[in-house]
T-cell receptor, first 112, second 112 residues
Framework: NAGVTQTPKFRVLKTGQSMTLLCAQD?????MYWYRQDPGMGLRLIHY???????AKGEVPDGYNVSRLKKQNFLLGLESAAPSQTSVYFC???????????FGPGTRLTVT | AQSVTQLDSQVPVFEEAPVELRCNYS??????LFWYVQYPNQGLQLLLK??????LVESINGFEAEFNKSQTSFHLRKPSVHISDTAEYFC??????????FGKGTRLSVIA
């Protein structure tokens, strides 16, 4: 099992450009999450999904959109990137009632 | 809404010395508590968790944490640290069927 994978690992964008981050999991988990990690801020939840076709906002959703068309994939989109979105993005997945989450290796995004 | 406070942002400790990383939470209902570890340039890995039952939980690599409901704490301890324990540690809390909320992290540096 690959667990949770993220594509790409690194990306540099210019202000105003768009991009999509892909998260895939092969553990048949119902729940999936997108976090951003900034120095001294811990992990903050952007959006999450409790099942195929469903999404919900987290703590810091502004400037991001998500889609969960397939159970194994969770996409995070930036329509118009801003320097404040420079961060490391982590995807995670999990099952209900077990509560623990499994994390991907992260995507380091720089917006200039 | 739940929240997590990690009282120390950085903890330096000499090899083979004991360490305690402090975590306090706030919640109005029953909670589930977690410690995650992040090694440099990696994603987060679950270290240990408290869901119910015994208030003392242990990890396979010698860490333990005790759930203290009256003090709303879930401190992480290890009696003798190794260089390989150098990492960032995150405390997290979840109420029933809600996403994890993470603390800001404690960077543990083990000095030879």
């Amino acid at each position: 099992n690959a667990g949770v994978t993220q594509t790409p690992k690194f990306r540099v964008l210019k202000t105003g450009q768009s991009m999509t981050l892909l998260c895939a999991q092969d553990m048949n988990h119902e729940y999936m999450y997108w976090y951003r990690q900034d120095p001294g801020m811990g992990l903050r939840l952007i959006h999450y999904s409790v099942g195929e076709g469903t999404t919900a906002k987290g703590e810091v959703p502004d400037g991001y959109n998500v889609s969960r068309l397939k159970k194994q994939n969770f996409l995070l989109g930036l329509e118009s990137a801003a320097p404040s979105q420079t961060s490391v993005y982590f995807c995670a997945s999990g099952r209900p009632l077990l509560y623990e989450q499994y994390f991907g290796p992260g995507t380091r995004l720089t917006v200039t | 809404a739940q929240s997590v406070t990690q009282l120390d942002s950085q903890v330096p400790v000499f090899e083979e010395a004991p360490v305690e990383l402090r975590c306090n939470y706030s919640s109005s209902v029953s909670v589930y508590l977690f410690w995650y570890v992040q090694y440099p340039n990696q994603g987060l890995q679950l270290l240990l968790k408290y869901l119910s039952g015994s208030t003392l939980v242990e990890s396979i690599n010698g860490f333990e944490a005790e759930f203290n409901k009256s003090q709303t704490s879930f401190h992480l301890r290890k009696p003798s640290v190794h260089i390989s324990d150098t990492a960032e540690y995150f405390c997290a809390v979840s109420e029933r069927n809600t996403p994890l909320v993470f603390g800001k992290g404690t960077r543990l540096s083990v000095i030879a």
